[in-house]
């Protein structure tokens, strides 16, 4: 069954790093599969950061975070990154993984099958 788990989350200030990590808790085998990055802020609706599509590696990003983060697969951990440099306060969420959805060239799909149950980023001073 898969039951993904998202860490690496906290508290860093604007201009500030850090590394997100996806794995699954059941040993499932995300070494094949798409992958999303999503997050939610409060009043506002869920947002597509970033994908990959693990099989071959193709990656997209939001344009707010081109530049600036940076998504990779450890298929030897079965794990996938999400390394956030260059912080800002809009950046600040919890942060998903899921999948089963779609990594397009330019989107992703709003409706992806798994989920983990988030990490908190805030960014603030």
């Known amino acids: 069954q898969v039951q993904l788990v998202e860490s690496g989350g906290g508290l860093v200030q604007p201009g500030g790093s850090l590394r997100l990590s996806c794995s699954d808790s059941?040993?499932?085998?995300?070494?094949?599969?798409?992958i999303g990055w999503f997050r939610q802020a409060p009043g506002v609706e869920r947002e597509g950061v970033s994908c990959?599509?693990?099989?071959?590696?193709?990656?997209n990003y939001v344009d707010s975070v081109k530049g600036r983060f940076t998504i990779t697969s450890d298929k030897a951990k079965n794990t996938i990154y999400l390394q956030m440099d260059n912080l800002k306060p809009e950046d600040t969420a919890i942060y998903y993984c899921?999948?089963?959805?779609?990594?397009?060239?330019?989107?992703?799909?709003?409706?992806?099958?798994?989920w983990g149950q988030g990490t908190q980023v805030t960014v603030a001073s």
């Open positions: 899921a999948i089963g959805g779609v990594c397009g060239e330019n989107y992703m799909s709003p409706r992806w099958d798994y």
């Open positions: 059941n040993g499932f085998d995300l070494r094949y599969t798409a």
């Open positions: 990959i599509r693990n099989h071959n590696g193709f990656t």
